[in-house]
């Protein structure tokens, strides 16, 4: 972000007062720019991904979840309270997402890509991956899923990858969660990245649909040329080695 300011000349006659609005507008454009974050470099770049920041909602209800668009039943592991998911390898902290008592419920956020690293996407070079921890309730068939909508400048739909959606059977009926993940490339021209979480209910009353732990990560890689010359390199010193 570039901040520009447009002054009169009886503005410059102020040299005081206008050493102060020249460091001013420099220091916003240090802040803009130190806000920009890459998704390079192996960090998670999901907001609250296993819904611990908040508060757990009461009974089957939904409500706002930090990080997030749209309302969520978020409830807390141990069979004593009214979900009943024990926790286990899938739970980072002591809260997850559900469907509370909705046939669907979902919640979604955006994450635009930083100026530094559009580059990098649109010569095929951003690989990524997607995973999470999805399951649900006994025999109860409900389900959960993350999709990423890549999306170009104008919000427009690029490409989607899909992973959850782990069935009773998947979990031999027994309450919990199993890991799914993909990874793949950004397209090129995708500009921000779009998470939806929806918990779907297939029978009853309750959305037992429930997911924890998810993550984003993205690595450049090197381009064929690239790899090429490393790889040519490594051989050259390896016959010198050899040699000696």
Known sequence: ????????????ARGKEMNKIVLSAITLGVVASASAQSIFGGSNV????????????????VIAVPGWTGDAGVGTYGV?????????????????????SNG????????????????????????????GWFGGWQTQNDTAALTMRMLDGGAAELGTVRIGDVTSTDRASVSGMLQRSASGTLLAGTRSLEFVLVATRAGGTSNDGVA??????????????TML??????ALSARKRRQK
């Open 212 to 225: 924890d732990t998810l993550s984003f990560t993205a690595e450049a890689v090197p381009e064929p040329a």
């Open 46 to 61: 999901i907001m609250n991904a296993g819904l611990d920041e908040g508060s757990p909602s009461a009974g089957g209800g």
């Open 80 to 100: 004593a309270n009214w979900w009943e998911i024990p926790s286990g390898s899938w739970a980072t902290g002591t809260q997850f997402f559900h469907g509370g």
């Open 1 to 12: 972000m570039v901040v520009q300011i447009s002054l009169g000349l009886d503005v410059f």
């Open 229 to 234: 010359i490393v790889a040519s390199a490594a």
């Open 104 to 131: 669907s419920t979902q919640i979604t956020q955006v994450k635009v890509l930083d100026a530094a690293d559009l580059a990098t996407v649109d010569a095929g070079n951003a690989a990524y991956n997607l995973s």
